[in-house]
């Protein structure tokens, strides 16, 4: 059964002027849409990692399944529930409570006038329970040690922290935790042992993730199925194996040509060509037709739903 | 049971004390290394103890009219009085009071009305600029330009408006003991832009980060966010405009007691201990305005070098 259920996903930003600006220079309002009719699902227990460039809407997809900001349309369900537009208050609790989030940034995510132990409970004291012990365990099931509890955040390096945060979004017993780039603020060496930590949880825990990232050899290794994004719009979806031995669309294509790999010294690597559009903007049809080596006259014209082919689903009109 | 204190020893020599902690700080460290700082310490809650211990220090009690003897007026400072042979520390004013015994009880009056007029502006401003930076949109707007507007008046004008309104509206056998609260009103009211602004801007650099995300998707409420993750992130730089809104306050009160505006007669201030001073000043009765004065301008001086330093030992960027 799926935790998560993801349908045609839309979300606009008003980025205009002010409105006084706007009055006076004459411009329209302008609206950038960051994500666009996504649909995806996500099982229980496993992961689903969201891959793309910067500026492809994977952090706001995030922010849209913790509930952090509304979908413009569409809906998310977890369990079942649509956060966004539930009004049963003690349903929202409760789902609230399955649902954390890891944040890339280790440093910005804790408050620093905090002691960790509070900053560990607080999922749990902001729902009344009892937290007594709890910072303590979860601590040393992170990997640190019980009596970090009585510290301030400054006292902790970057993996340390992380693994406070971790500690922190596993407090209330989720079921999901939604990972922003979760290695990416950290050092090599540490990023291993924080991905290491995540999924040893995952099994003792029974998590799902939906991990976000931008680093194709972290997903590989820890994704269960991935979607591959382009400016807001999903056009791969496959499993690791899948999509690494048998890519069907040509922008994951050249997302893994550009990749560094290990035993491409040397190689002649095709560089992507060009710029992400401007979302303000976007190309008509299938929004990668500017950059595509195989776009047609139908690219321009209409844009490619989602279809299965095999174990993928991609959203091109050329590939098989 | 043995196991028991072996177990909760190392938890407390984690945890160490806010007096350990403020000990070893950085800004104590500072502190310790600056003169200037330590020197207007000193000097400051010397003040502030004269101040408030002022009944067990003054000589005589100025405002007991019993104790008044209309023939020692004029005394000069460390001369004994011509017709009973008084001596007095600093002289005595017109009315015979100890100039010594009016400046200790007029420093309450003046730090009380500063401290309790900067209490208030920071209430003021703290809330206002919390709940500006954090819900943005039309309220910010109402809130800030409001703000601007207030700003582009002298804050003693505004002071001296709300002074006169509210005085307009309390009743007259009221006034009296109503002025130093009206003072106090209006000096905080005309002061809360400051906080404000800075609490507004720090909030909108807070709200950002991630922290705070955290617990909006844990459901905490916008009030418990602004008051137990933003509010304490952004205290630094208010201590700051606090302290040197201290000194603005002392003053801005001096201002509109020798105006005659402010703390009346009967309860007087520094300012108004001036005013009383200015006018011998030219017959040569120079200790009734120059001691008072004096006192003002080491009370305002210390607080405005402490809160100089304050704002260095505080900006992370001028270490």
């Known amino acids: 059964m799926s935790l998560i259920s993801v349908k045609s996903l839309t979300r606009v930003f008003d980025v205009s002027k002010p409105w006084l600006n706007r009055v006076i220079e004459r411009r329209p309002k302008a609206l950038l849409t960051a994500v666009s009719e996504v649909d995806f699902e996500v099982a229980e227990r496993s992961t689903y990692a969201l891959v793309g460039e910067s500026g492809s809407g994977k952090s706001t997809i995030g922010r849209m399944l913790v509930g952090l900001l509304k979908p413009t349309s569409g809906n998310v369900e977890i369990n079942g529930v649509d956060l966004a537009s539930e009004s049963d208050a003690a349903k929202i609790d409760l789902i609230r409570s399955d649902i954390q989030m890891i944040f890339q940034d280790p440093f910005a995510s804790l408050n620093p006038r905090w002691r960790v132990r509070d900053i560990i409970v607080e999922p749990v004291v902001a729902r009344g329970g009892d937290a007594t012990g709890l910072a303590e365990k979860l601590l040393e099931q992170v990997g640190l040690s019980a009596l970090d509890a009585g510290k301030f955040p400054h006292e902790f390096s970057g993996g340390q922290r992380q693994r406070i945060c971790i500690a922190r979004a596993l407090s209330s017993e989720p079921k999901l935790i939604v990972c922003d780039e979760p290695t990416s603020a950290l050092d090599v060496s540490v990023q291993a042992q924080v991905l290491n930590l995540m999924s040893d949880l995952k099994d003792n825990f029974g998590l799902t993730y939906v991990l976000i990232s931008h680093d194709l050899t972290v997903v590989q290794h820890m994704a269960d199925r991935i979607g591959v994004l382009y400016l807001g719009r999903l056009v791969e979806e496959a499993s690791p194996e899948d999509l690494f031995a048998d890519t069907k669309h040509p922008y994951t294509k050249m997302l893994l040509e550009a990749a560094p790999r290990m035993d491409g010294f040397g190689r002649e690597a095709e560089l992507p060509e060009g710029e992400i559009p401007d979302p303000i903007n976007p190309p008509s049809g299938c929004a990668f037709h500017p950059r595509c080596p195989i776009a047609r006259d139908i690219c321009k014209a209409e844009r490619p739903v989602m279809r299965p082919l095999g174990n993928t689903r991609v959203a091109c009109h050329l590939a098989e | ?319």
């Open chain 2, 1 to 319: 049971m043995t196991d028991m204190p072996i177990k909760d020893a190392p938890q407390k020599v984690v945890e160490q004390s806010r007096l350990r902690v403020f000990l070893d700080s950085d800004v104590f460290y500072m502190f310790k290394k600056s003169p200037v700082a330590v020197i207007s310490t000193i000097i400051f809650a010397s003040l502030v103890l004269s101040a408030l211990f002022a009944p067990l220090i003054a000589p005589t009690n100025p405002f007991d009219p019993a104790s008044l003897n209309l023939m020692n007026g004029f005394t000069g400072p460390m001369t004994p009085n011509a017709f009973t042979g008084e001596s007095f520390f600093l002289g005595t004013d017109d009315q015979g009071r100890d100039v010594f015994s009016t400046i200790l009880y007029g420093m309450r009056v003046s730090l009380f009305v500063g401290v309790a007029a900067v209490l208030l502006a920071m209430v003021i401003g703290i809330t206002l600029g919390l709940i500006s930076g954090y819900v943005g949109g039309w309220t910010e707007t109402i809130i800030m330009r409001t703000a601007d507007v207030q700003l582009t008046f002298p804050s003693i004008l505004v002071a001296m408006l709300i002074f006169g309104v509210a005085k307009g509206i309390t009743p007259v056998e009221y006034r009296d003991q109503m002025a130093i609260w009206v003072l106090i009103l209006a000096i905080g009211l005309s002061d809360w832009v400051q906080f404000a602004r800075v609490v507004r801007g720090a909030t909108m650099v807070e709200k950002r980060k991630e922290y705070v995300e955290a617990a909006r998707l844990i459901g905490r409420t916008p009030y418990a966010i602004m008051l137990r993750h933003i509010l304490p992130n952004v205290l630094s730089p208010v201590l700051v405009i606090a302290t040197i809104s201290l000194a603005l306050a002392i003053i801005a009160e001096a201002t509109l007691s020798f105006l005659g505006v402010g703390a009346p007669a009967t309860q007087p201030s520094l300012g108004t201990l001036i005013r009383i001073g200015q006018g011998f000043l030219f017959s040569g009765e120079w200790w009734i305005l120059l001691f008072p004065a004096v006192t003002l301008l080491t009370l305002a001086l210390s607080v405005n070098l402490l809160g100089d330093w304050l704002r260095d030992a505080l900006n992370p960027r001028l270490r």
